[in-house]
């Protein structure tokens, strides 16, 4: 079983409205937790790192939670565009490696 | 370019053929690591290289794959044999310090692998 789930595994939105993801992570001993963005035929590129003090953290329309006793994170986007299209992936590290989710594919639609 | 550049972009091999992957990673990043990308998955840890040293190479799912960095810049990973199931996409990531647990992985574009 992977030790970082994602839901949901797709999503179709129209341009301008908002969407959460979610990431339930079994890791131990807990590190950080990164969001990645990986567009189409593109490597992964970071959006988020939280540790395991901080609660939210933003990066622009991106904002990312953390519940550190829950092992939940989500990843809220607001006034989606067309180019939030992509994979979104959750990652968490412990002392070594790092885990990833198997990403939410996000459809922005005009 | 100032990011991780891998090439070929996309190869296609024949079953039982040996294919080798490049990756430039940035310049000065100590670490470097592979990953493989199956479609519709998040990547899976292949191997990682602090400069010119091997030190993990875990990930690595059989002896058909094989992967170097011997000047402690540019990284070849070369699969042997190739079956389909190797068909997927291998991502390279640097990193600029030494495995520190918040240290950013930038990722290059991947290079797509079909096993015919």
């Known amino acids: 079983k992977n030790q970082v789930e994602q839901s949901p595994q797709s999503l179709i939105i129209l341009e301008g409205k908002n969407c959460t993801l979610q990431?339930?992570?079994?890791?131990?001993?807990?590190?950080?937790l990164r969001w990645y963005k990986q567009d189409t035929g593109r490597g992964p590129v970071s959006l988020t790192i939280m540790t395991f003090s901080e609660n939210t953290k933003s990066n622009g329309r991106y904002t990312a939670t953390l519940d550190a006793d829950t092992k939940q994170s989500s990843l809220h986007i607001t006034a989606s565009q067309l180019s939030d299209s992509a994979s979104y992936i959750c990652?968490?590290?412990?002392?070594?490696?790092?885990?990833f989710g198997a990403g939410t594919r996000l459809t922005v639609k005009p | 370019g100032a990011g991780v550049s891998q090439s070929p972009r996309y190869k296609v091999a024949k079953r039982g053929q040996d294919v080798a992957l490049r990756c430039d990673p940035i310049?000065?990043?100590?670490?470097l690591f592979w990953y493989q990308q199956a479609l519709g998955q998040g990547p899976e840890f292949l191997t990682y290289?602090?400069?010119?040293?091997?030190?993990?190479k875990s990930g690595l799912p059989s002896d058909r794959f094989f992967a170097e960095r011997p000047e402690g810049s540019v990284s070849t990973l070369k699969i042997q044999r190739t079956q389909q199931e190797d068909s997927a996409v291998y991502l390279c990531a640097s990193s600029l310090n030494v495995g520190g647990t918040t240290d950013t992985q930038y990722f290059g574009p991947g290079t797509r692998l079909t096993v015919l």
């Open positions: 990431c339930n992570y079994t890791v131990s001993p807990f590190s950080n």
């Open positions: 290289f602090q400069n010119e040293a091997q030190l993990d």
């Open positions: 990652v968490v590290r412990d002392n070594n490696d790092m885990r």
């Open positions: 310049s000065g990043h100590v670490s």
